[in-house]
């Protein structure tokens, strides 16, 4: 089955400033590749996706970006907010996995006003 | 606005018992979905199923047996409860095909 490691496991940063996870995935058929937000007492919610034909997309201040042939895609939050501080999830998706999502370990990031 | 359900938010129960957890979806999905969310072990798959009465085992189904009586509700069955189940238990549905899961706010239940 499908591989899926976050990068880093938690992450501080000052309100303002960005962040950036990465998710590295080890099937090279993956084909969707989506970013779950968890906040505090609520179940994960899907921020951003994108599809393997595409390199980025962006949605205000969150960003995601596709490396296919280093299997890897990143979020990227620019001025963050201390709304901002939830845990993070990459789930890649296989083909072969029906609607099957494949979940990385998450990453709590904490942004500090 | 699209919703999961899931019935307890909290719930002890004492090792040994059988317990349910119940979860509904309002949006006539056919897939539905429970995992296990453990500090450091991120998201893990329990069962899963596509359709009503039809399930399938995930990575971690020791344990646990689930229902699907109705589209509508997926229910997970724990049964004899040990203390190693503790655990925050999430429901999800999406559509065949589908991209997004819509995840309920979770079940916190802890075996004593």
């Known amino acids: 089955g499908e591989n899926v490691e976050q990068h880093p496991s938690t992450l501080s940063v000052q309100e303002g400033d960005s962040a950036v996870i990465k998710c590295t995935y080890s099937d090279s058929a993956s084909n969707y590749f989506p970013w779950y937000k968890q906040e505090l007492g609520k179940g994960p919610q899907l921020i951003i996706d994108i599809r393997s034909n595409v390199g980025e997309k962006k949605d205000q201040r969150i960003a995601v970006t596709l490396n296919k042939t280093a299997k890897h895609f990143s979020l990227h939050i620019t001025e963050t907010q201390p709304e901002d501080s939830a845990v993070y999830f990459c789930a890649p998706r296989h083909p072969n996995a029906g609607n099957m999502l494949t979940f990385g370990g998450g990453t709590r990031l904490m942004v500090k006003p | 606005d699209v919703k999961v359900t899931q019935s307890s938010r909290y719930l002890v129960k004492r090792t040994g018992e059988k317990v349910f957890l119940e979860c509904v979806q309002d949006m006539d999905h056919e897939n539905m979905f429970w995992y296990r969310q453990d500090p450091g072990l991120g998201l893990r798959l329990i069962y899963f199923s596509y359709d009503v009465k039809m399930k399938e085992k995930g990575d971690i189904p020791e344990g646990y047996s689930v229902s699907r009586e109705k589209k509508e509700r997926f229910s997970l069955i724990l049964e004899s409860a040990s203390t190693n189940q503790t655990s925050m238990y999430l429901c999800?549905?999406?559509?065949?095909?589908?991209?997004?899961?819509?995840f309920g706010s979770g079940t916190r239940l802890t075996v004593v």
């Open positions: 999800a549905s999406s559509w065949p095909g589908g991209d997004g899961y819509t």
